[in-house]
């Protein structure tokens, strides 16, 4: 499998529930490299530019307004199957679905509100490591 980088957003739930340290030290255990790193209180244009592609969805207001109520720690990671590998990890998006043993299916329960995004395929991967970070502020 290929070496690939994600975003991923430890999300403003999992910051205000004190579990960045979990999340994160579950991604690195998995093996995953760090590349860069910034806590972020997203604004509505981020929030709605990084999810543009749900935009019509009747839950579209509301996952703005979670995005942007507090602060997120935003993070590239490297590694291989650092797409489709890191989204195992992650558990499956609604965490009711998502396996025991996962992020989600350990310490979630409901959406949107589930912890932790990583981006979904490698030019989604590209899009959201260009939106969210600078050239130099990757290491
Ligand atoms: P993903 O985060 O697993 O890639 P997506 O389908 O891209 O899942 O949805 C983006 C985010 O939108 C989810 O992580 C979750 O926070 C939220 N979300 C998805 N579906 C729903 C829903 O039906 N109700 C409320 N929030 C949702
Ligand atoms: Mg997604």
Known sequence: MAVERSLVLIKPDAMARRLAGEILGRI??????????????????????????????PFFGELV????????????????????????????????????????GDLALAMPDNLVHGSDSPQSAQREIALWFTDDELV
């Open 28 to 57: 690195e255990q998995r093996g995953f490299l760090l590349r860069a790193g910034k806590l972020i209180r997203v604004d509505r244009e981020l929030g709605e530019t990084h999810y543009a592609e749900h935009k019509e969805k």
């Open 65 to 104: 307004r979670f995005i942007t109520s507090g602060p997120t720690l935003a993070l590239v990671v490297e590694g291989e199957g650092a797409i489709t590998t890191l989204r195992k990890t992650i558990g499956a998006t609604n965490p009711a679905d998502a396996e025991p043993g996962s992020i989600r």
